[in-house]
């Protein structure tokens, strides 16, 4: 017998990852990224369905990812540390318990209703960018209608089938941009508009609003109910607080707040408006300053209503326009330019 052509068999490095424990492809987690949208990439990255790695993990079938997000049973991290290697303070820092205020989680419940709220909301541009499309923390928020990185705004429905986004129950082998109910691909989605001010609302309350500074501010629990109450002081959904809203709705409502147009006619002459100019200027503090941020977004958010303010100061008089217009001017992102255009500096 000759030996001439016989396969050389030898045992490589990798034989070590063929006995061990883990399971045989490990995902890093994105930056911000939610616990269920990486428990979604890790169950397709090793070739099972969302829906089937319920079982993996010994949970019943429904919003078991979703349910994850919100408490993630001291077991259940024990398990996907020793299957995946990801250190407990990264896997710690994938839940919504972290820093974010939970006064502002959108429910985990859906009626079907067009203007109701969905739990879980993304941005079609972001997606089109990532490598892995993922879900970030900060979308499961109802003060958030727009991307911080692209301005645009966010979605919380399928545009082909408006089935809202339910990823934990995907039964077939696809990524989680894929719709659940269509299959429709969620990176395609149209972008819908977002008036420049809204966007700089959105990006002002997400600067100052961390649990952290809302726990420190005095003004913190009036501003969280002037927020919560905010589809009230719009108009058109008055019976219903900001949580229970669909992202076009919460968009409606801070736009009407926000927008200069829907504000009484100042009669000021323009001697009166450079004075008011530069007293906001004096009034107005660093975009660092979250504690004073929070007292005069409080107050403007109350004044339209006729509340009382939290505070006696020479602040009482600044609309929520012109305190978006003097944010907008000292803090760049997006739709800098236009604001500054539309309030004429
Ligand atoms: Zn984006
Ligand atoms: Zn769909």
């Known amino acids: 017998m000759t030996t001439a052509h016989a396969p050389v068999v030898s045992i490589r490095e990798r034989y070590r990852d063929a006995v061990s424990d883990r399971w045989p492809v490990t995902v890093m987690p994105q930056p911000?990224?939610?616990?269920?949208?990486?428990?979604?990439?890790?169950?397709?990255?090793n070739g099972v369905a969302p829906?089937?790695?319920?079982?993996?993990?010994?949970l019943n079938p429904g919003m078991w990812s979703a349910a994850l997000d919100l408490r993630?049973?001291?077991?259940?991290a024990s398990l996907l540390r020793a299957k995946t290697g990801v250190?407990?303070?990264?896997?710690?820092?994938?839940?919504?318990s972290q820093d974010l205020p939970e006064q502002f989680l959108l429910p985990l419940r859906y009626n079907g209703h067009r203007d109701r709220s969905a739990w879980l909301q993304f941005c079609c541009r972001c997606w089109s960018e990532d490598a892995q499309p993922y879900f970030r923390?900060?979308?499961?928020?109802?003060?958030?209608?727009s991307c911080t990185q692209h301005g645009c705004r966010l979605?919380?429905?399928?545009?082909?089938?408006?089935?809202?986004?339910?990823?934990?129950d995907q039964a077939e082998l696809v990524p989680q941009h894929y719709?659940?109910?269509?299959?429709?691909?969620?990176?395609?989605?149209?972008?819908?508009y977002l008036s420049p001010e809204t966007r700089t609302l959105d990006r002002c309350i997400d600067n100052i609003c961390s649990l952290e500074a809302i726990a420190r501010a005095p003004s913190g629990p009036v501003l969280v109910r002037r927020l919560l109450g905010m589809p009230g002081a719009g108009g058109y959904y008055s019976a219903m607080i900001l949580t229970s809203l669909s992202t076009a709705a919460r968009a409606y409502c801070a736009d009407r707040l926000s927008r200069p147009s829907?504000?009484?006619?100042d009669y000021a002459t323009d001697d009166e408006k450079d004075c008011k100019a530069r007293r906001l200027q004096r009034l107005i503090p660093p975009t660092n300053d979250h504690c004073a941020w929070i007292e005069l977004l409080a107050n403007a958010l109350g004044r339209r209503r006729g509340r009382p303010v939290v505070s006696e100061g020479n602040e009482l008089g600044i609309k929520l326009p012109d305190l978006l217009g003097a944010y907008a001017r000292m803090s760049p992102g997006p739709g800098r330019r236009v604001v500054q255009e539309l309030i004429g500096t």
């Not at 911000?32 to 990255?45: K, T």
């Not at 829906?51 to 010994?58: D, I, M, P, S």
């Not at 979605?155 to 934990?168: E, L, M, N, Q």
């Not at 719709?179 to 819908?192: F, H, K, M, S, T």
């Open 137 to 145: 923390r900060r979308w499961r928020l109802a003060t958030r209608v």
């Open 51 to 58: 829906k089937a790695f319920a079982r993996v993990l010994g």
């Open 179 to 192: 719709c659940v109910a269509c299959g429709y691909d969620l990176r395609r989605a149209p972008i819908p």
């Open 32 to 45: 911000d990224e939610l616990l269920s949208s990486w428990l979604h990439r890790l169950a397709y990255a």
């Open 87 to 96: 250190a407990p303070d990264q896997l710690a820092a994938l839940t919504l």
């Open 262 to 265: 829907e504000w009484p006619l």
């Open 72 to 76: 993630l049973p001291a077991d259940i």
């Open 155 to 168: 979605r919380d429905r399928c545009p082909s089938c408006h089935g809202c986004i339910a990823v934990f």
